[in-house]
């Protein structure tokens, strides 16, 4: 817990607070957790978006834990029969689908609640259906914040092959993945902290 409060400090944000408060567990605060940065109105834009720039990030991504679909990814595990034993570890129902538990959905996907992010979709409307899959798993904003603000300045630098100050991508909304940023999630305030994957 000492290097997690030493980790608040240093990166300036709220999600460690937040996190021993023990409010970590809804979506809205997860997703304010995550966008600590003082730029919160920046939307998010999807994973893909960051593909363009980060191939190989991208494909080891998607093996991950964190990619919606695999290992099981963070997405899957929320449905209905998936991953019996982490779900029985965790205390929760096998046969129960988690996929619209706002208790989750803070972790399990990416902007929960916030501009742009994921939003619940309506199973009779496809629109819906496809916005929200691409915001299914832990993305890349998940923990680096909304690319909003800082997606059309990554494309300026790669486009002028300029170097770059890491405090411009920051003001505009990049955040630092630190402790903290893991901690928003990967804590005991979770509502499946029972699980020692979680942690």
């Known amino acids: 817990m000492k290097n997690v ?7 300036g944000s709220t999600a460690v607070l ?24 920046h939307e998010f834009v999807g994973t893909k978006k960051c593909r363009m720039c980060h191939s190989k990030q991208y494909a080891s991504w998607l093996k991950s834990p964190h990619a919606p679909s695999g290992t099981p990814g963070a997405w899957d595990i929320l449905k209905r ?3 019996p034993e982490k779900k029985r570890r965790a ?13 989750c959905l ?10 742009g992010g994921y939003a619940v979709p ?3 409307h496809g629109r819906s259906q496809r916005a929200a899959a691409v915001r299914r798993g832990v993305g890349c904003e998940a923990c680096h914040g909304p690319g909003g603000g800082f997606v059309q300045i990554m494309r300026d630098i790669r486009n002028e092959q300029r170097p770059y100050r890491p405090e411009e991508l920051h003001s505009a909304g990049l955040l630092p993945v630190t402790q ?5 999630c990967h804590s005991d305030n979770a509502p499946c902290a029972t699980s020692p994957s979680v942690r």
């Open 5 to 11: 409060a030493v980790a608040a400090l240093i990166a």
């Open 180 to 184: 903290v940023v893991c901690a928003s």
């Open 91 to 103: 205390g929760l129902a096998v046969d129960a689908d988690y996929t619209g538990d706002e208790r």
């Open 81 to 83: 029969g998936a991953s």
């Open 18 to 41: 937040l996190a021993m408060s023990g409010r970590i567990a809804s979506g809205e605060d997860r997703a304010g957790a995550a966008m600590s940065n003082p730029s919160t109105t």
């Open 122 to 124: 309506d199973p009779e």
């Open 106 to 115: 803070g972790c399990h996907a990416v902007g929960f609640g916030q501009p």
